[in-house]
């Protein structure tokens, strides 16, 4: 190949994985695992901008580049170096033009250099011009846009901003093994400073993200990566010692990590993908704790209980992921709005199941890294509204919006977005015989 710098290899590496993720693959699987700081940059960019980079795109060509190629997915890389990163001009244009020969586009560098270097002259009018349309503005697709506008009304902005926004390294302490100001002491020793969380014991977030690798106390298993939204689950479940819990969407395992280390409890955790499932034991033997895990749909009650109630039930329910768009901004481009019909029959399910498996008095937690209300509350409120044996259970929380049914976090600062509800199951009566 004619161009082999690592500039511009650098930028060939996030046009297939740009070009991959427009075509249907996940970001986690599109992404090589050794991609230099630039690309990954570069590729969460342009994902987190693409419609507002089309829109800017589309009046410089003639005839519109075809989406999802690597034409366009380099040109809309091109325009965010040149509006949106600290890159400066002359490596923006020239690396993402030498980028063409890795590419198999050699035959259109012309075009690569003169629509980049109008944007280069132009980006001020350009920007001007674009439409005041939040889909184009936050980039959001239309559906997401329309949906999270009628849910969050005057927030709705916000929210859709938090989307675009990179999301910061939250750490959980493992309170076995030290205190969390232990924890904040050692880190500040080893150059990577951070700060509590308020309201979650177990939270730290670092004032600047870290490979986990070099962070003291992590392969020994003193800390894991867990947003603050996703620790609050524990706080909610409220564990004591000697409880029997059920973690029933278990994967990747950070919410079953961080109930054996808080309780002496017994987890069931399930999960219906082999490979996730491995995820949840590898993370377990890091941290030297063990649960059961079991490889089935926690739905399909039959296959897996064994009749023995549980004290603590955790539904992480599979949803839309509006609520983490900041960390993985693929879901706005691999999402459809055609799929909450399914991911919502799922939620039901999974409560309409798992429900008389939790004894008299005992506490169901539900959660969905979602935004939507159509994945919250709505799922819950109809849930209860055919449950005479359970009711809503108070949530305390620092941070959040009460809902009828449970609790809503929007996304931004130290949070992901989460919806919460705590459902307490009614206990038994008893019939007191009157004496004669």
Known sequence: MAYTSTPARSRAIAVETLVAVFNGRSLDDALPHDADPFARALVYGVLRHRTRLEALLTPL????????????????????????????????????????????????????????????????????????????????????????????GAQADAVLAAGNQQGPMTLRVNARKLSRDAALEQLAAAGHPGRAVVGLPDAIVLDQPADVRVLPGFNEGRLSVQDASAQLAVELLDLAPGMRVLDACSAPGGKTAHMLERADVTVVAIDLDPARLGKVQHGLRRLGLNAELLLSDAADVRRWWDGTPFDRILIDAPCSGTGVIRRHPDIKWLRRDTDLKALGDTQARLLRRLWPTLKPDGVLVYATCSVLRAEGDDVVRDFLMTTPDGRPGAISSPVGLAERCGLRIPPGGDHDGFYYARLVKKGRTRTVKKER
Do not use: F
């Not at 999802?68 to 990163?85: C, E, H, R």
């Open 61 to 152: 060509m003639a005839k519109p580049a075809q989406p999802g190629t690597p034409l366009q997915a380099l040109l809309l890389s091109g325009i965010y170096q040149l509006l949106d990163m600290d890159t400066a001009d002359h490596a923006a244009l020239n690396e993402t033009v030498n980028a063409c020969a890795l590419l198999d586009l050699s035959g259109v560098r012309g075009l690569v250099n003169a629509i980049l270097r109008r944007v280069q002259r132009e980006h001020p009018a350009l920007v001007a011009a674009l439409p005041d349309d939040p889909v184009v503005q936050h980039s959001h697709p239309h559906w997401m846009v329309r949906d999270i506008t009628r849910d969050w």
